[in-house]
């Protein structure tokens, strides 16, 4: 990793990739996302959540307002904007570490930074809004470009690939190019390579075996593998609660395969196998 440009500053938090793991805690202010939908729609609950995953060790916030679990339907813009902005409002002035807004949309991303979210997470890589790539760089805030095909209402019908991670690859290669040219700082791109997203299970595993892969595009690297049906599957674990030992298994390999920022539910058991990871791999 000595090739990308080792550290970035967002609000006062200062990341220097490659040096240790970062944690990002999952906010889902949805009545329907797959693992926690439902338990965090109420403001209150909300900034409970948000307290409790920094006092646990997230190193950045992400919240979202609309499921992307497979099969999940498209909210309109009015209710996004319903449910996110108003737990950003109450909760920015409560945290100094870095808040993302997780989105596909332009206005919503613009709205957020607005009320002081620091970063846009994109599952789509900035392909689902035309307006998206631009919006951010106008903005000048960090992104988060995910790999991804059809919606989350088709994405399982797409997961057909001669070679999972190179199409990943070049996916993430001409959506960063996509965005530089439309003016974000290339230091301000972070790629995902979207398991559980048009990926079966055998493919969500080769993701992670072969994540070092996506190291040439020099960008720090994020992996979201929290709680996913692929770690039910291994276990035969059909609630998602009881998945955190699998998470932390899939978490340490990809920390081990070139992770810099792995997205979870449980910020209090992968700070700690982050923390040993890193002590042997970094």
Known sequence: MANLANKLVIRQSCFNWGTKTYIMGILNVTPDSFSDGGEFNTIASAV????????????IIDIGGQSTRPGSQQITLAEEMERVLPVIKVIRPEVTIPISIDTTRAAVAQ??????????NDISGGTYDPEMLST???????????HIRGTPQTMQ?????QDVIGEIYDFLSQQVNSAITLG???EKIIIDPGIG???????????????????SLELP??????????????LNQPNAKDRVWGT????????????????????SAIRDVSLVADAIYK
């Open 221 to 234: 690297i994020l992996v979201g593998p929290s709680r996913k049906s692929f770690i039910g599957q291994i």
């Open 157 to 161: 019908e797409y997961a057909q690939y």
């Open 197 to 215: 997203f048009a990926k079966n299970h055998q493919q969500n595993l080769q993701v992670i075996r072969e994540l070092s892969r996506l190291k």
């Open 248 to 267: 932390a298994a899939a978490c340490c390999a990809a920390i081990f395969h070139g992770a810099d920022i792995l997205r979870v539910h449980d910020v």
């Open 48 to 59: 409970a959540q948000a307290r409790a995953m920094i006092a646990a060790g997230a190193d």
């Open 184 to 186: 974000i700082k290339r």
């Open 111 to 120: 709205a957020a930074v607005q009320l002081g979210a620091d970063m846009v």
């Open 136 to 146: 951010v760089a106008n903005l000048d805030v960090p992104i988060v470009l995910m």
